[in-house]
């Protein structure tokens, strides 16, 4: 019986040793989850074919976005493990987000599709609250962002379909996070958690549509139907992903 324990804490040692090894050189993960639209971004379609975007629609200034999904990967460099718990961080990242609505009434019948893609490239530094031989590894990070804007709008009213293309669009934002590390064994561990991201923080503008195509038109700007405010791009990512280690 003695033996067996014996077997079973050296074991258990050496687990927890290849765990506990010091701190990487290098971190690569990838990474999926939800993303949550805020303020100007999220919006509501009309519950009437008669109200939709327009003709009393309080959301009528946003971009009409309802819920979203994130994947994508992010590279961690330590700067000087030894003295400075800094990481540089590269990441490249896609968020898709959207929303669809169907009308209904006596004689007629309209669905509508509105997706947007962004698709964003980061750099920045990472401060991570990890010990030499920790296992819960907490880090907050901050970007600066690059982020290329792509969508479509599909309109069907029973006879016609009407497509209407976003313009592809770059604008440059920032980026705030937090989440923690959770080493699993010395060169593979699991990560959670949460980005803030402000992608439109610097280039807006505005722009003709032309039959077939739209622009973002986040900058203050005047139309036939009225004047609309600038529009800040904002939404939160939960995510989640593996993670391995380089160069222990």
Do not use: W
Request: net charge neutral; hydrophobic share 35%.
């Amino acid at each position: 019986m003695s033996n067996k324990i014996a077997v079973i804490l050296i074991f258990s040692s050496f687990f927890v040793f290849n765990r506990l090894n010091s701190q990487p050189n290098a971190t690569f993960q990838l990474l999926g989850g939800y993303s949550l639209p805020l303020g100007d971004y999220e919006g509501t379609f009309g519950e009437t074919q008669s109200q939709f975007t327009h003709n009393g629609n309080p959301d009528s200034n946003s971009y009409f976005m309802k819920s979203g999904s994130n994947y994508g990967f992010v590279v961690k460099i330590a700067i000087n493990k030894k003295t400075l718990p800094l990481n540089f961080v590269g990441s490249l990242l896609s968020n898709s987000f959207g929303q669809k609505k169907e009308y209904s009434g006596d004689s007629s019948y309209t669905s509508v599709n509105l997706s947007q893609t962004i698709t964003t490239f980061g750099i920045g530094i990472e401060y991570t609250m990890a010990g030499k031989k920790t296992i819960f590894n907490p880090f907050i990070m901050a970007q600066i962002t690059l982020n290329l804007f792509s969508g479509q709008y599909i309109e069907y009213d029973g006879e016609v379909t009407t497509t209407l293309n976003l313009y592809k669009t770059v604008r440059g934002g920032i980026q705030l996070g937090a989440g923690m590390d959770y080493v699993l064994h010395n060169n593979v561990g699991v990560c959670i958690g949460v980005r803030y991201s402000f992608d439109n923080l610097i280039g807006k503008s505005t722009g003709q549509n032309t039959p077939g195509n739209y622009n973002l038109n986040d900058a203050a700007h005047e139309e036939s139907d009225g004047f609309y405010d600038a529009k800040n791009i904002t939404y939160l990512q939960f995510f989640g992903g593996v993670s391995f280690y380089f160069g222990r």
